[in-house]
C-alpha cells in the first residue's frame, strides 16, 4: 500500500516538474522574442543617437560606401560590407556643434516644424472635442450622415485628398503660407472620430442628473463631458503631433519657396558630404516626439483604457 502510494507520488512529481520546466522554457521563449523584437525596433535610434558623437572621418570610414557617389553624381553600388558601429571610438560634440551654433538652417528648420505643427495640435484638438460633444448630445438623421462622411474622409490617404487641398487652398489664395498647412489639419476627422467614439461611452445618467440640476448644454459640456475627455484629449494631441511631425508631402505641395520647408523635408537634403551632421540632426529632430511620447504616455493608455467614468 505504502509502495503504491510512494509510486504515485513520485510520478505526480515528476509531472509537475515537467510541466514547470515547460513553463519556464516557453516563458523564455518568450522573453527572448520580445527581446529580439524590441532590439530590431530600437536599434535604428539608438545607432542614430550614438553615431551622432563620432567624428566625421570615423563616420566616412564606416558608412562612406552607403552615401558614396559616381562621377556623374548618381549613388554607387555598395559592394563592400558596411560597418554599424553603436560604440564611437572618441565622443565628439563637433556635429552637434556645427548645428546648433555655427549653421542657422538646421534651427530654423526646426522652428518652421514647431510653428507648422503646434497650432494644428491645438485647434484641431478644440475643434474635435467641440464637434464630438455635438455628436453625442444630438441625434437625427443628419448627423448620423455627417459623422458617415468624417469617417469615409478619415479612411481616405492624404494622396487622394491631395489635390482637392490644393486646388482649394490655391482658390482662397493660401498657397505659400502656413493657412494651406494649417486648415487641413486642424479640420482632418482623426480626432473627431476618435473623441466621439469615447464620448459615446459616458454614461447618459451623467447628463441627465446635469440636466437635473439646471445645467444647459456648455455647463454639461465643460462641467462633464470635456473633463472626462481629457485622457482621450490628451491621447489624441500626442498622435496628431507624431503625424503632423513627420509631414512630408504636404509642405513639398503646399510650398514652392524651399525656404519654408520644415526640418521633416530638409532632412532628406543634407549635403551628402557631410553625413555626420545627418545623424546630429535626426537626434535633434527625433527627440521632441520621442519626449511627448514618454512624458505622455500614460495619458495615451488612460485614453485608450477609460471608459465613461469607470476605468477598464
Known amino acids: 500500500m505504502n509502495v503504491n502510494v510512494d509510486k504515485d507520488a513520485v510520478r505526480a512529481y515528476k509531472k509537475k516538474r515537467r510541466k514547470n520546466i515547460r513553463g519556464v522554457f516557453k516563458s523564455l521563449m518568450i522573453v527572448f522574442i520580445l527581446a ?3 532590439f530590431l525596433f530600437l536599434a535604428p535610434i539608438v545607432l542614430t543617437i550614438t553615431n551622432s ?3 566625421q572621418s570615423e563616420i566616412k570610414a564606416n558608412y562612406g560606401q552607403v552615401f558614396a557617389t559616381d562621377s556623374n553624381g548618381g549613388k554607387t553600388y555598395v ?14 560634440f563637433e556635429q552637434y556643434k556645427k548645428v546648433l551654433f555655427e549653421s542657422s538652417d538646421y534651427l530654423q528648420k526646426f522652428w518652421i516644424s514647431i510653428i507648422l505643427v503646434v497650432p494644428i495640435v491645438v485647434f484641431q484638438v478644440l475643434v474635435a472635442v467641440c464637434t464630438a460633444y455635438g455628436f453625442y448630445r444630438y441625434d437625427g438623421k443628419l448627423k448620423h450622415i455627417i459623422f458617415f462622411s468624417y469617417i469615409i474622409l478619415m479612411l481616405m490617404p492624404y494622396q487622394v485628398t491631395t489635390v482637392p487641398n490644393f486646388l482649394v487652398a490655391k482658390g482662397l489664395g493660401i498657397v505659400n503660407t502656413n493657412w494651406a498647412i494649417w486648415l487641413p489639419g486642424i479640420f482632418s476627422p482623426f480626432s473627431v472620430y476618435l473623441i ?6 459616458i454614461p447618459y445618467s451623467l447628463i441627465e442628473a446635469a440636466e437635473i440640476d439646471g445645467c444647459n448644454d456648455f455647463k454639461i459640456f465643460s462641467s462633464v463631458c470635456y473633463p472626462l475627455s ?3 484629449m490628451a491621447s489624441c494631441a500626442i498622435l496628431i503631433f507624431i503625424d503632423y511631425w513627420n509631414m512630408v508631402e504636404q509642405p513639398v505641395i503646399m510650398f514652392s ?13 543634407i549635403n551628402e558630404g557631410e553625413i555626420g551632421l ?10 521632441l516626439p520621442l519626449f511627448i511620447f514618454l512624458y505622455g504616455e500614460s495619458y495615451l493608455v488612460e485614453g485608450i483604457s477609460y471608459q465613461g467614468g469607470v476605468k477598464g
Do not use: H
Not at 466621439?196 to 461611452?201: D, E, H, I, L, S
Open 36 to 38: 529580439t523584437v524590441s
Open 53 to 55: 558623437f563620432m567624428q
Open 79 to 92: 559592394s563592400e560590407q558596411v560597418n554599424l558601429k553603436f560604440i564611437p571610438e572618441m565622443v565628439s
Open 196 to 201: 466621439t467614439k469615447f464620448m459615446r461611452r
Open 230 to 232: 481629457k485622457g482621450c
Open 257 to 269: 519657396d524651399e525656404s519654408s520647408y520644415p526640418l521633416s523635408v530638409f532632412l532628406s537634403r
Open 278 to 287: 545627418a545623424f546630429a540632426v535626426a537626434t535633434i529632430y527625433m527627440f
